[in-house]
């Protein structure tokens, strides 16, 4: 295991092999001539690697729901669609560090697999509330983050201060208490 910087512990990645360029349930090597993932889906994949392809934008494609490790570092994302997490219900490590993504899709909070989530050398200010409420979470990298919101006195304390902050603070919206009350996840 390794710190973080803010002092949850990031595990190392695992050793399996990846699947690279033109490789069986990689993306086509026309990938970068189009800096984003648009088209079909691949059902089969466990394992995807899109490191370093000068991606701007994720597309529908990555409806992908047996897939558990996604490495998507050192794009030009920005963003992350709203559905990203429901798509890839089964994603168990998603390593996003040195992108330019400033804000994670509330989704996140209905995640119940995710337990590595790499997002150093973004420019995230603030973290949703909801990911208070991924428990399978171990590990989170927040290294070079300009986060605001939790505040770094609480980011510095680690992932369990992290996820009860973020937990307090989406327990005090009312419309999600209510919502909370009635088995919806918001």
């Not at 794009?75 to 804000?103: Q, Y």
């Not at 909070?109 to 973004?122: A, S, W």
Request: charge should be neutral; charged fraction near 20%; glycine fraction near 6%.
């Amino acid at each position: 295991m390794e710190e973080n910087g803010s002092g949850a512990a990031e595990p190392e990645p695992k050793t399996e092999p990846k699947p690279g360029a033109g490789q069986a349930g990689s993306m086509p090597a026309s990938l970068d001539a189009h800096r984003s993932v648009e088209g079909p889906s691949f059902a089969s994949s466990l394992i995807l690697d899109l490191s370093h392809s000068g991606l701007h934008h994720l597309g529908e494609v990555l409806k992908i729901p047996t897939l558990k490790q996604l490495h998507l570092q050192r794009n030009a994302l920005c963003s992350i669609p709203d559905d990203f997490f429901h798509w890839l219900p089964n994603l168990t490590w998603l390593d996003l560090r040195h992108n330019r993504i400033r804000a994670l899709p509330s989704g996140i909070g209905c995640h119940r697999y995710l337990k590595t989530l790499l997002l150093e050398r973004n420019p995230i200010k603030m973290l949703p509330v909801e990911l208070g409420n991924v428990t399978t979470l171990t590990a989170l990298n927040l290294r070079c983050c300009p986060l605001e919101f939790p505040p770094q006195l609480i980011v510095q304390k680690g992932l369990a201060t992290i996820r009860a902050f973020l937990q307090a603070c989406d327990a005090e919206r009312p419309c999600a208490r209510d919502l909370a009350s009635l088995g919806v996840c918001v």
